[in-house]
């Protein structure tokens, strides 16, 4: 059975050309970058050569390139290690109400260490608005983090807009942009970002790898305590094979970002159209046009989102309701709830996320076979939601 993978916002396949570029490290170039030997010297130069085509990609120097081991351990630094070195300057740092749970979770175990948080509602098309930002911000306002682009809905926030506001009132900006890398403009300069937060498992690289932007003159706390590597804020011997990769990833990505990303907006454009008219009582998540151009995300009435990505991936179609990272949970989804969706409807979730294999045929026969599980599943669901609260979208 042919498999359909639409749920690209969770993780991509390596890139044949990434596996290449890491390949010699796993054997040949074993060295530890620390090492004052041949053989830590060449794992030095492939280490700064990375950090190079990183910074060069976004914009950025060198040196204001840290490298993780994961996207949520950027945000992680990112969140505590400013807080926590900057808290003579204040405690209250500004955020959204649908970003990732690295996001939410840090704000909610910062409050216990005594800073405030502001969690701004956003409309029913996910979006933060520059006003409410504008008002939130206040004398203690020390951070603003706001997702660059939603990982469940699609939704593109005016990140430049946005960093503005924060930069007028000379409070950082960091943004989370992990589903941005490939699909968007991540030029940190461009974006006004302060810092920014990318991995390498949703732009074709390796898994376990991620980086953190931190503009020039920011200062950060550790959170990880050891041999001082990365410039003493992230210790631990660097993954050599994973930046390699992360670094080839990223560059590809975005070489080949604008004629990618009009192919799979046709495509998501497409498949977005066809649910729409093929299944009744369906609804687009997220904005219509302000969204990535792979993400398509539905909310389907009276069938659960599980019961859907069940019966997909017995035909062969991986899909998912929301984030990978909660997708064990029995909550409803927090984005869409904040959204304005009520519980019963947010259980009715559906996410395609497309990428490099997707194609039109791909579409044609997913929503052939979604149409068909709905009305199976519609016929032994004992619930019938009124139409009335998907009023407006």
């Known amino acids: 059975m042919k498999i359909i993978y639409f749920d690209n916002a969770a993780t991509t396949p390596t890139r044949t050309e990434v596996v290449k570029a890491m390949a010699p490290f796993w054997t040949d170039n074993y060295g530890n970058p620390g090492s004052l030997h041949a053989k830590g010297f060449e794992a030095r130069a492939a280490l700064d050569k990375a950090r190079e085509t990183v910074a060069r990609t976004l914009g950025a120097s060198p040196s204001e390139i840290l490298f993780t081991g994961s996207g949520t351990e950027s945000v992680n630094l990112a969140l505590f290690g400013f807080c926590r070195a900057n808290r003579q300057k204040g405690n209250h740092i500004i955020t959204q109400k649908t970003e990732h749970h690295a996001v939410l979770d840090s704000c909610k175990a910062l409050e216990k260490e005594g800073f405030a948080v502001t969690y701004l509602d956003v409309d029913?098309?996910?979006?933060?608005?520059?006003?409410?930002?504008?008002?939130?911000?206040?004398?203690?306002?020390?951070?603003?983090?706001?997702?660059?682009?939603?990982?469940?809905?699609?939704?593109?926030?005016?990140?430049?807009?946005?960093?503005?506001?924060?930069?007028?009132?000379?409070?950082?900006?960091?943004?989370?942009?992990?589903?941005?890398?490939?699909?968007?403009?991540?030029?940190?300069?461009?974006?006004?970002?302060?810092?920014?937060?990318?991995?390498g498992s949703k732009i074709y690289g390796p898994k376990g790898v991620g980086m953190l932007y931190v503009r020039a003159g920011i200062k950060l706390q550790p959170v990880i305590y050891g041999g001082g590597q990365e410039g003493g804020l992230r210790s631990g011997t660097e993954n050599i094979a994973g930046i390699v990769g992360f670094a080839t990833a990223l560059s590809l990505a975005q070489k080949g970002r604008e004629k990618e990303s009009k192919?799979?907006?046709?495509?998501?454009?497409?498949?977005?159209?066809?649910?729409?008219?093929?299944?009744?009582?369906?609804?687009?998540?997220?904005?219509?046009?302000?969204?990535?151009?792979?993400?398509?995300?539905?909310?389907?009435?009276?069938?659960e989102g599980e019961s859907m990505i069940l019966r997909l991936s017995e035909k062969g179609i991986c899909a998912s309701t929301g984030s990978a990272c909660t997708s064990r949970s029995l909550e409803p989804s927090h984005v869409l709830q904040a959204i304005g969706l009520p519980k019963e409807v947010a259980h009715g979730s559906l996410r395609f996320s497309l990428g490099k294999s997707s194609t039109k045929t791909d579409a044609d026969y997913t929503v052939k076979t979604l149409k068909g599980i709905v009305e199976e599943l519609r016929k032994i669901s004992p619930i019938r939601i009124n139409e009335s609260v998907m009023r407006g979208r």
Not at 161 to 183: K, Y
Not at 274 to 298: C, D, M, W
């Open 263 to 303: 192919r799979l907006a046709a495509l998501r454009d497409y498949l977005i159209s066809k649910v729409l008219k093929e299944i009744p009582r369906s609804y687009l998540n997220g904005h219509p046009t302000q969204r990535l151009p792979n993400n398509a995300s539905f909310t389907i009435l009276d069938v």
């Open 124 to 199: 029913k098309q996910g979006l933060v608005s520059r006003e409410a930002l504008e008002r939130a911000i206040r004398k203690e306002t020390i951070l603003v983090t706001i997702m660059y682009a939603n990982n469940e809905i699609g939704t593109v926030q005016s990140i430049q807009e946005l960093a503005s506001v924060a930069r007028a009132h000379n409070v950082t900006f960091h943004t989370d942009a992990c589903q941005a890398g490939g699909a968007l403009d991540v030029d940190v300069r461009q974006l006004n970002a302060d810092m920014m937060t990318l991995n």
